[in-house]
């Protein structure tokens, strides 16, 4: 299985990115998505992340600026940000919890991640 992220960029403060991934490889089913950042000297957080069948969920410093949402045809999980600020500057990994085959364990990947950057 691979987490492929893409999306991510410079802009300007109030500006806005779409981030993209697409999990391809042997997949049954995807309990899990989310997003997950990074900046310099931090300890990596979670953004938002969607349980299959369930409500989106937000750290509190996105919320009402970001929206996460999934693809589940395409195995897909997009974040959508906007209103963005200087703090949101990051290294953005994608995440997924994913069950290979049918009646196997879960296990949790990685994309590689994407630089977003906000300044003027």
């Known amino acids: 299985v691979q987490l492929q992220a893409s999306g991510g960029g410079l802009v300007q403060p109030g500006g806005s990115l779409r981030l993209s991934c697409a999990a391809s490889g042997s997949i049954f089913s995807i309990n899990f998505m989310g997003w997950y950042r990074q900046a310099p000297g931090n300890q990596r957080e979670v953004v938002a992340g969607i349980i299959s069948g369930g409500s989106p969920n937000y750290a509190d410093s996105v919320k009402g600026r970001f929206t996460i949402s999934r693809d589940n045809a395409k195995n897909m999980v997009y974040l959508q940000m906007n209103s963005l600020k200087p703090e949101d500057t990051a290294v953005y990994y994608c995440?997924?919890?994913?069950?290979?085959?049918?009646?196997?364990?879960?296990?949790?990947?990685w994309g590689q991640g994407t630089q977003v950057t906000v300044s003027s």
């Open positions: 995440n997924a919890v994913i069950d290979p085959y049918r009646g196997s364990p879960s296990y949790n990947f």
